[in-house]
T-cell receptor, first 112, second 113 residues
Framework: DGGITQSPKYLFRKEGQNVTLSCEQN?????MYWYRQDPGQGLRLIYY???????QKGDIAEGYSVSREKKESFPLTVTSAQKNPTAFYLC???????????FGSGTRLTVV | GENVEQHPSTLSVQEGDSAVIKCTYS??????FPWYKQELGKGPQLIID?????GEKKDQRIAVTLNKTAKHFSLHITETQPEDSAVYFC????????????FGGGTRLMVKP
């Protein structure tokens, strides 16, 4: 079955540590996205990538980094520079223009 | 850029009643409007979408209407059931914005049995 997989489902990070969230898709989608969702809030765009080896900052990119070395993979690193990283992180992909996104099941990151 | 506003932010209905969620958009060039349902602890799922060349689309108990002149679109759920309880997001995109969707702020729908 085709789909988009995020791992891990739950992640705990100590203050000052970097952590990387995985996002893999086998849908052959060109574009991939990372969103952050805080409790009771909407979706805020962190980074997006329209094609391999290219990515762009979204609305809240500070404290985050990404890479897009393969079409299937778009990992997100939450760095120690992100002051309030506790949130639900969603990865999505889309095939091309004017089609809906397919979302992963999310990773809940908690700073302890 | 595009701005999408969604109302209401919360909606409580009795089982069997209808629910309507409305979104307005700012960019008249937007031409694709999907709706997503997000259950607790899960990622959003696409439930229905509409393109600007049609005014209404229906899928069983769910329908979406689009008014291009007024720049608003709505999600209608009839005969609501407890399993319809979730957060619903609307979104909009346009041809010259690549694949980018602009999302509304979400509506928490609660269906009381």
């Amino acid at each position: 079955d085709g789909g988009i997989t995020q791992s891990p489902k739950y992640l705990f990070r100590k203050e000052g540590q970097n952590v990387t969230l995985s996002c893999e898709q086998n849908l052959n989608h060109d574009a991939m996205y990372w969103y952050r969702q805080d409790p009771g809030q909407g979706l805020r765009l962190i980074y997006y990538s329209q094609i391999v080896n290219d990515f762009q900052k979204g609305d809240i990119a500070e404290g985050y980094s990404v890479s897009r070395e393969k079409k299937e993979s778009f990992p997100l690193t939450v760095t120690s520079a992100q002051k309030n990283p506790t949130a639900f992180y969603l990865c999505a992909s889309s095939i091309h223009l004017n089609y809906g996104y397919t979302f992963g099941s999310g990773t809940r990151l908690t700073v302890v | 850029g595009e701005n999408v506003e969604q109302h209401p932010s919360t909606l409580s209905v009795q089982e069997g009643d209808s629910a309507v969620i409305k979104c307005t958009y700012s960019d008249s060039a937007s031409n694709y409007f999907p709706w997503y349902k997000q259950e607790l602890g899960k990622g959003p799922q696409l439930i229905i979408d509409i393109r600007s060349n049609v005014g209404e689309k229906k899928d069983q108990r769910i329908a979406v209407t689009l008014n291009k002149t007024a720049k608003h679109f709505s999600l209608h759920i009839t005969e609501t059931q407890p399993e319809d309880s979730a957060v619903y997001f609307c979104a909009a995109s346009r041809d010259n914005a690549g694949n980018m969707l602009t999302f509304g702020g979400g509506t928490r729908l609660m269906v009381k049995p």
